[in-house]
C-alpha cells in the first residue's frame, strides 16, 4: 500500500474516533445552569465517563476533598411529602460518587448531623420511623456501618464522638413528660463503655418557662446542636430560644451566651453555631441565622459574654439564601454553607461568589468536608481575613429556581445504591495508595472509633483524638481508556501499514 492510502486510511479512522465522540454528547440530555460544560463535570475530572450530572451547579474551582450531605427527606409544596432520608458523597468537581440509602438500609426517618472523623469515615445522627435516636459511624471505602447506637430519645438532631469516641455528647428535643409535666429537653453524655448517661444539664434547670415565649408543653426549646469547644466546654443552639450558648460541664453554668428570646435582628432560630477564635484570640461564633435567611459571624473583643452587650456582627452572607441552617469556615477562608430550603450545598468566598454548588434534593440538614476531620474551628474569622461586611451570595446556577431539574437530581440520587457506576475505588496488594473514597490509603489513619474505644482506658474530657486525613483524590483517568484505545488502535494500524 502507497503512503498516500496509509494517510488516507489513517485519517478515516480518526474521523470515526471522533464521529462517535460527538454523536455520544449530542444525544446525552442537556441541564440548565450547568457550570462546565453540560451538567458541571467533565469526565476527567470525574474520574469517570459518566453522563451529564442534573445535580452540579457552578463550580469554578474543584473542593478540597469528599464532601458529604444529609439530606433530611421532606418536599414543601402541593405534591411535596416525606422522601427518603439519605448520604450523598460528592467529588471535588460535583460527580456523585455514592449514596448511602439510609432509609432503606436503616429504617431512618430523618437524617440529620453528620460530621467528618479523624480516619476518614463519618458520624451520623438519624431518627428512625419508631422514634428512637440511631448514630452510627459510617465508613465510605466499604459502604457500611462499623458501629451503631440507638437510644429511646425521640428527636436528636445532633450527637458527637468525644474523648476518644467513649463518650458521646448529645442534644435532645420535644421530651415533654405529660404525666409528670416536666420538660426534659436536654443536653447529654453517655458513656459508651458503662452504657449509662453519666452528666445530663436540663434546660428546665436554667430558664424559666414563664419568661419564654415558647410553649412549654410542646417544642419548647428545639436545641437542634451540641460541639465540644474545649475541656468540659460545650456549645449549644437551643433554636426557639434564638440563642447559642456555651455551657461548662463541670459547673453547669451558661458561660456564653449570643442571642435572646424574641430578639430576631440577632438571631432567629439559628441552627449549627461554630465557635471560631481570631489570631488574637477574640471568640467568634459562625451561625446559620435560618429564620433570617442569613449566615452571620459575630465577634466579642472585650465585652461580657453572657449578655450579649459586647457581641458585634462582623460578616453577613445574605441574598439568594431560604433557611440555611450550616455553614463551616474551610481552612481557605471560604464558607461551605447548606442552604436547606433551596436543598443544596455552596461553597463561598468570603466576598459571597459561588466557587462549588451540589443540589440535593429534598431539604438537606448538614454538609461536612471530609478532609477537614473534626469540622468545627478549622478557618479564619472574617476580622483576621479583612472581610467583614455584609456580602449578597452571587454566582449560582440557581438549579432551585427549576422544579424539573430539581426532580431530575433527586430521581439521579434514588437510582444510586452504594458506590455510583465506575467511581468505586480500586486497590491493588502493591498500590493501596489508589483509594478514593474521599481519603488516600496511604498515611490516613484507618483506625476506627470503635477500636479507640478498646484502646483508651484514661482519656478524659478535653483530651479527644486528633489526626490527619487524607484528601480526596482520584487515581489514573478511568474512563479514559475508549479515547485511548482508538488513539492505540490507529497507531497500530500505522506501525503495520508501513511494515507492509
Known amino acids: 500500500m502507497r503512503a498516500s492510502a496509509r494517510r488516507r486510511l489513517t485519517a478515516a479512522l480518526t474521523l470515526v474516533c471522533c464521529l462517535s465522540m460527538v454523536a455520544s454528547a449530542a444525544a446525552a440530555p442537556a441541564y440548565a445552569g450547568s457550570a462546565v460544560s453540560s451538567g458541571g463535570v467533565s469526565p476527567l475530572d470525574a474520574g469517570v465517563a459518566q453522563q451529564p450530572n442534573p445535580c452540579v451547579g457552578t463550580v469554578t ?3 478540597d476533598g469528599l464532601t458529604v450531605i444529609s439530606v433530611q427527606g421532606f418536599q414543601f409544596g402541593e405534591d411535596g411529602g416525606k422522601r427518603p432520608a439519605k448520604l450523598v458523597g460528592v467529588g471535588p468537581s ?34 428512625t420511623s419508631d422514634h428512637q435516636t440511631l448514630v452510627y459511624e459510617f465508613d465510605p471505602r466499604a459502604q457500611e456501618r462499623v458501629w451503631s447506637e440507638t437510644f429511646d430519645l425521640a428527636d436528636t438532631h445532633d450527637a458527637d464522638l468525644i474523648n476518644g469516641g467513649r463518650e458521646i455528647l448529645i442534644a435532645n428535643m420535644r421530651n415533654y413528660d405529660e404525666s409528670s409535666g416536666a420538660n426534659d429537653d436536654s443536653l447529654r453524655v453517655y458513656n459508651r463503655t458503662t452504657g449509662e448517661f453519666e452528666w445530663v444539664w436540663r434546660f428546665d434547670d436554667h430558664y424559666d418557662p414563664d419568661d419564654m415565649e415558647e410553649n412549654y408543653t410542646d417544642d419548647w426549646s428545639h436545641v437542634n446542636d451540641i460541639d465540644k469547644i474545649g475541656d468540659g466546654r460545650y456549645l449549644a443552639s437551643p433554636r426557639n430560644f434564638d440563642q447559642a450558648i456555651v455551657v461548662n460541664r463541670s459547673t453547669g453554668e451558661i458561660e456564653m451566651k449570643l442571642g435572646e428570646d424574641g430578639r430576631h435582628g440577632i438571631l432567629d432560630e439559628q441552627h449549627n453555631p461554630d465557635y471560631l477564635e481570631s489570631e488574637n484570640g477574640t471568640p467568634t461564633l459562625l451561625v446559620g441565622d435560618s429564620g433570617n435567611d442569613r449566615i452571620v459571624e459575630y465577634a466579642n473583643p472585650d465585652g461580657d459574654l453572657t449578655d450579649g452587650a459586647g457581641w458585634n456582627r462582623t460578616w453577613t452572607l445574605a441574598g439568594d439564601l431560604d433557611w440555611p441552617r450550616d455553614a463551616d469556615r474551610l481552612p481557605d477562608g471560604d464558607t461551605l454553607v447548606t442552604d436547606s430550603s433551596n436543598h443544596r450545598v455552596v461553597e463561598v468566598s468570603p466576598e459571597g461568589e459561588v466557587v462549588w454548588e451540589f443540589y440535593a434534593p429534598w431539604l438537606v440538614y448538614d454538609a461536612a468536608r471530609v478532609s477537614v476531620p473534626g469540622e468545627h474551628a478549622t478557618g479564619p474569622t472574617m476580622a483576621d481575613l ?6 449578597e451570595i452571587e454566582g449560582s446556577a440557581t438549579l432551585h429556581e427549576d422544579t424539573a431539574a430539581l426532580t431530575d437530581c433527586h430521581q439521579q440520587l434514588e437510582n444510586v445504591s452504594g458506590w455510583a457506576d465506575g467511581q468505586q475505588p480500586t486497590t491493588t496488594a502493591n498500590d493501596a495508595s489508589t483509594d478514593t473514597a474521599g481519603g488516600e490509603a496511604d498515611g490516613t489513619d484507618t483506625t476506627t472509633w470503635q477500636s479507640a474505644l478498646d484502646d483508651a482506658t484514661t482519656e478524659g474530657d478535653g483530651s479527644g483524638t486528633g489526626g490527619e486525613t487524607g484528601t480526596d483524590n482520584p487515581a489514573g483517568l478511568p474512563g479514559f481508556g475508549a479515547l485511548a484505545a482508538l488513539g492505540g488502535l490507529v497507531a497500530a494500524l500505522g506501525v503495520v501499514l508501513r511494515r507492509r
Open 94 to 127: 460535583g460527580e456523585i460518587r455514592w449514596v448511602e440509602q439510609m432509609a432503606e438500609k436503616y429504617d431512618v426517618s430523618w437524617g440529620y448531623d453528620v460530621d467528618p472523623l479523624p480516619n476518614g469515615n463519618v458520624f451520623v445522627t438519624a431518627t
Open 61 to 63: 474551582e474543584p473542593a
Open 386 to 391: 479583612n472581610a467583614t461586611g455584609t456580602y
